[in-house]
């Protein structure tokens, strides 16, 4: 049974390019959340989809923004890239349980992208 | 607004010893609490949680007891394995849920000596 995946694993950008991450949910979930994890820091979220839609968002500014598709498949992309962006960026996905606001689903996490902005 | 605070790793033990990693949050509300596993390379993996006050989480070895009054969570062990070396974060996420919106402490790396 697949997990989460996600891609590409690592990546280099220089400030100001625009960065795509893709990540595919474990088999059966239909839920997407992204998070920034910073060296050495914990997890912050950054987003949110169900449905094809953005349901919640963290603290992160509008060059921060994210996609999913009928498959449950997700993309977060990040534009005009600085350097404090550089950070493993993990992809979780769950099985809904109900109307938004709803339980204590687990979330299963991906490995991980390591974006690099030089 | 809601934070979670871990004690500052590293933590290095020998093999057999107490683990105690210790975990205080503030949050309105009661808050659903959670711990977590990162093992190098690796995604973050679920390592117990609990959703009401006095609830005790528990999986491979490893405890927490959700302490409303003390407003805390921490995670104990009683005996270590090398396989445990990791670094272990816990979280909260808000009792008026905002569904998959977990509020991370900073991370406690531990790390097993033989």
């Known amino acids: 049974d697949a997990g989460v995946t996600q891609s590409p694993t690592h990546l280099i950008k220089t400030r100001g390019q625009q960065v795509t991450l893709r990540c595919s949910p474990k088999?059966?979930?239909?839920?997407v959340s992204w998070y920034q994890q910073a060296l050495g820091q914990g997890p912050q979220f950054i987003f949110q989809?169900?449905?094809?839609?953005?349901?919640q968002r963290g603290n992160f500014p509008d060059r921060f923004s994210g996609h999913q598709f009928p498959n449950y498949s997700s993309e977060l992309n990040v534009n005009a890239l600085l350097l404090g962006d550089s950070a493993l960026y993990l992809c979780?996905?769950?099985?809904?349980?109900?109307?938004?606001?709803?339980?204590?689903?687990?979330?299963?996490f991906g490995a991980g992208s390591r974006l690099t902005v030089l | 607004g809601n934070s979670v605070t871990q004690m500052e790793g590293p933590v290095t033990l020998s093999e057999e010893a107490f683990l105690t990693i210790n975990c205080t949050y503030t949050?309105?509300?009661?808050?659903?609490l959670f711990w977590y596993v990162q093992y190098p390379g690796e995604g973050l993996q679920l390592l117990l949680k609990?959703?009401?006050?006095?609830d005790k989480g528990s999986n491979k070895g490893f405890e927490a007891t959700y302490r409303k009054e003390t407003t805390s969570f921490h995670l104990e062990k009683g005996s270590v394995q090398v396989s445990d070396s990791a670094v272990y974060f816990c979280?909260?996420?808000?009792?008026?849920?905002?569904?998959?919106?977990?509020?991370f402490g900073g991370g406690t790396r531990l790390m097993v000596k033989p």
């Open positions: 979780a996905s769950s099985q809904f349980g109900g109307a938004f606001p709803s339980g204590a689903n687990v979330l299963t």
């Open positions: 088999s059966g979930h239909d839920t």
């Open positions: 989809y169900y449905e094809e839609e953005e349901r």
């Open positions: 949050a309105t509300g009661y808050p659903s």
């Open positions: 609990a959703t009401k006050a006095d």
């Open positions: 979280a909260l996420r808000r009792s008026d849920n905002a569904g998959n919106m977990l509020t």
